[in-house]
């Protein structure tokens, strides 16, 4: 009886604390609003409509959202996005043999029982050689699927820019962001990263 009273005690004591940690995390920052950009430590979320650029050692690639809906069930998420692949090696998007693939992200309802329950769906976004996790509307992660945290870091730059052909990859003024445990949850407007 005294340890069913002490577990029910300490585990009521516990959810303070764990709303208190969760608060420091940056819980506090709002969903970004159409034309902003949220930075994460390990995430970007990107509005629709505005070029996402992709960058590891030389290679590099770019995506845009066209769409995020739900499904009938409040955990089916889906996004409809662009895939530009330049040719390998070049980082250049006006080329005419920049390739463009329309592709879809989805999380549907979780199949199973319990935690035999898995979720079925495509959560990843692809773009060349780029497997990045995708969590939601425009929500893509740093880190690629399946793969360890050695080898050449994966970069993300958020733009302005709507029309791949614009896009400079080596532009001075395009700020590329990695994996980083120590930044804040930001949202920052989208004209915050035009370039004039």
């Known amino acids: 009886m005294r340890r069913r009273l002490a577990f ?3 585990a009521i004591l516990s959810v303070p604390l764990f709303d ?14 159409p034309l902003e950009v949220q930075l994460g430590p390990e995430y970007i979320i990107m509005p629709i409509g505005r070029i996402l650029l992709l960058r590891r050692d ?11 809906w739900n499904g009938e069930a409040a955990e089916e998420r889906y ?3 662009d895939a530009y692949e330049p040719p390998k090696g070049t980082g250049s998007f006006d080329d005419k043999r920049t390739e ?12 199973g ?4 329950s898995f979720n079925k769906g495509n959560r990843e976004i692809r773009c060349g050689s780029f497997r990045l996790p995708w969590s939601g509307a425009g929500t893509v992660h740093f880190e690629e699927r399946g793969k ?23 532009d001075f003024r395009v700020i590329w962001y990695a ?16 370039l004039q």
Do not use: M
Not at 24 to 33: L, T
Not at 100 to 111: G, L, V
Not at 180 to 194: H, L, M, S, T, Y
């Open 179 to 194: 994996h980083d445990d120590r930044r804040e949850k930001i949202n920052v407007p989208i004209g915050d990263f035009a």
């Open 58 to 68: 030389q290679e590099y690639c770019a995506v845009k959202f066209l769409r995020f």
């Open 79 to 81: 996004a409809e996005y």
């Open 8 to 10: 029910i005690l300490l």
């Open 148 to 170: 360890k945290e050695s080898g050449p870091e994966i970069e993300l730059a958020p733009t302005y820019w709507k029309d791949v052909s614009k896009v400079n990859t080596g």
């Open 20 to 33: 208190a940690i969760s608060a420091r995390a940056g819980e506090d920052v709002p969903p970004p609003r």
């Open 100 to 111: 463009t693939f329309r592709r879809q992200a989805s999380s549907t309802r979780p199949q």
């Open 113 to 116: 029982i319990g935690f035999l």
